[in-house]
């Protein structure tokens, strides 16, 4: 199996990872020293015209109990825009507000979902398409959710902010560690700092070693195992931050602020983040469940999901712990459309 070159596929690397420090950036900004000028570094989109399918009662009232944010890593590290651009990376979070747990699903970038009227095409079309809202109204139409809110993170932050906590511990395995060590080098080349190869086993890796993580996709799951590695380094980050002192919090926030764009308010931000100690990771996964890949003319290879319905139903009882959850007739429709467009 070839190695890649490393070059503009670097941005991709980015992309994977951004969306890690979306999910801190939420939960820490009302922690530390608040100001309305540190707010203000973020970009704000408004979303005026969010859309959600009609949803059962049973479904409406589940989705009550939660806080469902939209996660995107964009493809515009040149010019900092949020309007457009590729979503590659697209992650839906679920935080229990009774609890504070907090899952994910990555939705795979190559998925084959409707991204605005009949228009079916790979999910992360829709970001670039028509901005944060079209990629937000695709992920309520396509699978029965009430999202209103999202976080994009154009370029990165991300080597910066996990030396800032000082490492994170990931167990690499023998098959990972060439294509580690690879992009290891590529990042420290493009970011200008210095670390070193790895070995396998577990052990804390700085952040350009943490970025090559993420980056690897040419293991055993291709694109898959790629968004585990993801969440994994979402979830060590996210812990690591939690017993971060406040002084560290704020340096990572002067990092990674300039380089977010969201519809949150401050209100709200303050409001999720009242008390951090209250959330913790809970389990994480990608959508679809049940998938096949297949070539679509133009499109190229798209993931299928076998049925959409189906993996709707999963969706909302992983995110949602909701057994009684039914379909809407607009998931049931886009469902059969898939079917008939692909055969599966």
């Not at 080597?159 to 690499?172: N, Q, T």
């Not at 979830?235 to 971060?244: H, P, S, Y």
């Not at 969201?262 to 809970?282: C, P, Q, R, V």
Request: proline share 2%; net charge neutral.
């Amino acid at each position: 199996m070839k190695k890649k070159k490393h070059g503009k596929k670097h941005r991709k690397a980015w992309k994977i990872v951004v969306a890690i420090l979306a999910v801190i950036v939420v939960l820490i900004l009302g922690v530390v020293a608040f100001t309305w000028s540190k707010f203000q570094k973020m970009d704000k989109i408004e979303l005026k015209n969010v859309k959600v399918n009609k949803l059962q009662p049973e479904t409406e009232k589940a989705l009550k109990g939660y806080t469902t944010i939209a996660l995107f890593g964009l493809d515009n590290r040149s010019n900092g825009n949020f309007k457009s651009g590729n979503s590659d990376t697209i992650i839906v979070v679920s935080i229990n507000n009774d609890t504070g747990e907090i899952k994910m699903a990555s939705v795979y970038r190559d998925t084959y979902l409707d991204i605005s009227e009949n228009k079916f095409r790979k999910a992360n079309a829709a970001y670039s398409s028509g901005g944060p809202e079209q990629a937000v109204n695709m992920l309520n139409k396509n699978l029965d959710l009430n999202i209103t809110d999202y976080v994009a993170v154009d370029f990165n932050a991300v080597v910066e902010a996990v030396d800032l906590l000082g490492g994170i511990e990931l167990d690499v395995t023998s098959e990972e560690v060439s294509y580690m060590n690879d992009y290891i080098d590529g990042v420290s080349e493009v970011t200008g700092k210095k670390s070193h190869h790895v070995s396998a086993g577990k052990q804390t890796c700085d952040g350009v070693q943490a970025t090559a993580y993420a980056r690897i996709r040419y293991t055993t799951g291709w694109d898959y195992k790629r968004t585990e590695r993801q969440r994994t380094v979402i979830t060590k980050m996210f812990e690591k931050a939690k017993g971060t002192d406040l002084l560290t919090l704020n340096k990572m926030l002067d990092e990674i602020l300039p380089e977010v764009s969201t519809s949150l308010s401050a209100g709200e931000i303050l409001n999720m983040a009242g008390d951090m100690t209250k959330y913790h990771m809970g389990e994480n996964t990608g959508f679809p469940f049940d998938k096949e890949s297949t070539n679509l003319g133009k499109l190229g290879s798209v993931v299928v999901p076998v049925d959409l319905e189906n993996n709707v139903i999963q969706l909302h009882q992983f995110l949602y712990a909701n057994e009684s959850y039914t379909p809407s007739q607009t998931v049931k429709d886009l469902s059969k459309t898939v079917h008939d467009s692909t055969g599966y």
